[in-house]
């Protein structure tokens, strides 16, 4: 699949029972429907960490849904305050994509814990 952001091309990595897909050159990661949420649960976020930092100003590019298309641009479903995260999140399929180094950032688990509630 391409990259929602850059346009380079998405890796698999498998974290266990869930595999996503991450760019090896920004460092974003696609989650399908429910990965997401697997993942922090588990906490196994060491393979995904983001290895380059050549992400500035990605966060407001608006893509197509990699997975299938979409009818849209993905949108983004959510933006904090105390975190400079926005998920973008595709309304058909309903996959998510962090920027690089977005995962990091909702690893602190006072975030963690308000964006399950966003999700229940």
């Known amino acids: ?3 929602v952001k850059c346009n380079g091309q998405l890796q698999k990595v498998r974290l266990g029972e869930v595999e996503v897909d991450k760019c090896s050159s920004c460092s974003g990661i696609w989650f399908d ?3 997401l949420d697997k993942i922090l649960e588990s ?4 393979a995904l960490k983001n290895e380059v930092d ?3 100003g ?4 608006k ?3 990699p997975r299938c298309g979409g009818e849209g641009n993905m949108v983004q479903v959510t933006s904090l305050k105390n975190a400079d995260v926005h998920i973008d999140t595709c309304s058909v399929c309903y996959g998510q994509w962090l ?3 977005e995962l ?3 690893t602190d688990q006072g975030f963690i814990s308000r964006i399950r509630s966003l999700f229940k």
Request: net charge negative; charged share 40%; hydrophobic share 20%.
């Open 33 to 35: 429907i429910g990965e």
């Open 43 to 46: 906490g196994r976020i060491e």
């Open 104 to 106: 990091e950032e909702i």
């Open 99 to 101: 920027d690089g180094g």
């Open 58 to 61: 990605q966060d407001a590019r």
């Open 63 to 65: 893509r197509k849904c």
């Open 1 to 3: 699949m391409q990259c």
């Open 54 to 56: 050549n992400n500035q």
